[in-house]
């Protein structure tokens, strides 16, 4: 019966065109030991990450690892900040080497160091209902640009005003100690009615002191109606 049920199985799998590859979400690889990850700082705006299978894979029947929005990156070092995936990619690892990627991702701790390449980070995920996973998924969905990604993340994770979202400045080689403001009254206004369309009390949240300052500067007008009429 052994040898018959290998024959069946193998009849099976041929019909099948052979061996199947199978996917999962990288937390739940790593908790179970079948991937290893190493995931170290790259700039405000993404993480680095290295992926190795350490189960059988090849061409034929390789791990797809799901890196999925919200993916919470925990900084290893207290001076600097944690990180939040804001896109959902899939890799294929074939074989036992490396394989390097880059992710999509925002600060989630404002006051913090810019995270570099010699900071690494532990791999979580956040509870489905957690705000910022939620907006992570709704940001992802949206295909929002960084600087209303960034907006909406600080105004989740450190509870930010249109103030504290100015500190984000982009700088130039003529200009290292000044630049110019990346979060502006546009962005600002956008992120918040993404994350009230989320269904985030934005109403909750410090930045809706703000909402006649950022209405003032909105070049929507839906927006800037929505602002001034809640």
Not at 37 to 59: F, K, N, Y
Not at 74 to 103: F, I, P
Not at 202 to 226: F, M, Y
Request: glycine content about 6%.
């Amino acid at each position: 019966m052994k040898v018959l049920s290998t024959i069946l199985i193998s009849a099976a799998l041929l019909a099948s065109g052979g061996p199947r590859s199978w996917a999962a979400d990288l937390v739940e690889l790593m908790a179970k030991r079948q991937v290893e990850a190493v995931v170290a700082g790259s700039d405000i705006q993404s993480v680095d990450i290295r992926l190795r299978p350490t189960v059988p894979v090849s061409a034929a029947a390789p791990l797809h690892v799901d890196i999925v929005a919200g993916t919470f990156f925990e900084s290893r070092n207290g001076a600097q900040q944690n990180m939040v995936g804001t896109v959902s990619r899939s890799v294929d690892l074939t074989s036992k080497e490396w394989v390097e990627v880059t992710m999509a991702a925002a600060c989630a701790s404002r006051a913090r160091d810019i995270p570099d390449s010699s900071n690494q980070f532990a791999v979580r995920r956040l509870p489905e209902q957690a705000e910022l996973a939620k907006a992570a998924k709704v940001l992802a969905a949206a295909n929002a640009p960084y600087a209303v990604i960034q907006a909406a993340i600080w105004i989740i994770s450190d509870n930010a005003n249109y103030d504290d979202l100015g500190e984000l400045v982009e700088t130039t080689t003529y200009n290292p100690s000044g630049g110019t403001r990346v979060i502006g009254q546009d962005e600002a206004a956008r992120a918040m009615r993404v994350l009230n369309d989320a269904g985030i009390d934005i109403r909750r949240k410090r930045i809706w002191a703000d909402r006649r300052q950022i209405a003032s500067g909105v070049s929507d007008p839906a927006l800037k109606t929505w602002l001034g009429g809640r």
